[in-house]
């Protein structure tokens, strides 16, 4: 919180140009896909856990433990790094707008995102993605459920 909070606030104030240059827009990029993927992967292990314990009461009572949730936070942990990669691997920063008259590139111009050329390998991406991460998930729920 404390590396992308203060630069996501200034860019709400002051959007363009960019001036953190792009080596912290990569990791900015990434933090923020990483924390969002581990969100929502942390609110399905607990969906998971919740039904596991009103379903299968007594499995759970056996298989419940500190090793088992440290293994379930390493793979959160883990996937949300995996699916955040493509971001930071596809994102630049650039320059967006040229002068009318020279076509050079305006100075209060540079942003920090996907160019628009990418955009069509960024959807390759991310059905790859999803296709995994369906797999993935499919798995470790029946796995949860049944072991």
Not at 103 to 120: A, F, Y
Request: net charge positive; charged share 10%; aromatic share 14%.
């Amino acid at each position: 919180m404390c590396a992308g909070l203060p630069p996501e606030l200034y860019t709400i104030l002051e959007a363009y140009p960019w001036r953190f240059g792009e080596p912290y827009c990569l990791f900015k990029t990434f933090l923020t896909e990483m924390t969002s993927s581990a969100s929502i992967l942390t609110i399905t292990a607990f969906t998971i856990e919740r039904y596991i314990a009103i379903c299968h009461s007594l499995r759970s009572q056996a298989t419940s433990g500190l090793q088992r949730a440290v293994r379930v936070v390493i793979v959160v942990w883990v996937a949300a790094c995996l699916t955040a990669i493509p971001y930071p691997i596809h994102t630049r920063t650039y320059y967006y707008l040229q002068h009318p008259v020279t076509g050079r590139p305006l100075v209060d111009s540079l942003i920090c995102t996907i160019p628009s050329q990418w955009m069509p390998n960024m959807r390759y991406a991310f059905q790859v993605l999803r296709c995994v991460s369906k797999l993935v998930l499919t798995w470790h729920v029946s796995y949860l459920v049944w072991v």
